[in-house]
Nanobody, 127 residues
Framework: QIQLVDSGGGLVPAGGSLTLSCVAD????????AGWFRQAPGKAREVVAV????????LYGDSVKGRFAIRRDFAKNTMTLQMNSLKSEDTAVYYC????????????????????WGQGTQVTVSP
């Protein structure tokens, strides 16, 4: 069982930056793949950035490549998403997630592959 608490959302002007944080409570977080998803109103939940348990494979959504960066601190059981050059289309509720696997080398990009979810944090980018 893994509990996730995400935070750090807010209102930011276009072109600005924001860092989201996720704290995990669970002994197996370090062995599982985890990352960030987002969901805008009327749209499906989509992958933003995910990283495997060994931090040697990372996958980014096409729309955020080069602007966002995911990091995991395995000693502290935390994860961050650094978001730069924000655009109005980045407005969404952002969720941290963990897939619950054990030492799976390949990250999954679909939301239904993830078992554990944070409560979500709203990011609003003003034009």
């Amino acid at each position: 069982q893994i509990q996730l608490v995400d935070s750090g959302g807010g209102l930011v002007p276009a072109g600005g930056s924001l860092t989201l944080s996720c704290v995990a409570d669970g002994r197996t977080f370090g062995a599982t793949n985890a990352g960030w998803f987002r969901q805008a109103p009327g749209k499906a939940r989509e992958v933003v950035a995910v990283m495997n348990w060994n931090a040697d494979q990372t996958l980014y959504g096409d729309s955020v490549k080069g602007r966002f960066a995911i990091r995991r601190d395995f000693a502290k059981n935390t994860m961050t998403l650094q978001m730069n050059s924000l655009k109005s289309e980045d407005t969404a509720v952002y969720y941290c997630a963990a897939d619950g696997s054990y030492y799976r080398p390949q990250v999954m990009s679909t939301a239904d592959s993830y078992k554990y979810w944070g409560q979500g944090t709203q990011v609003t980018v003003s034009p």
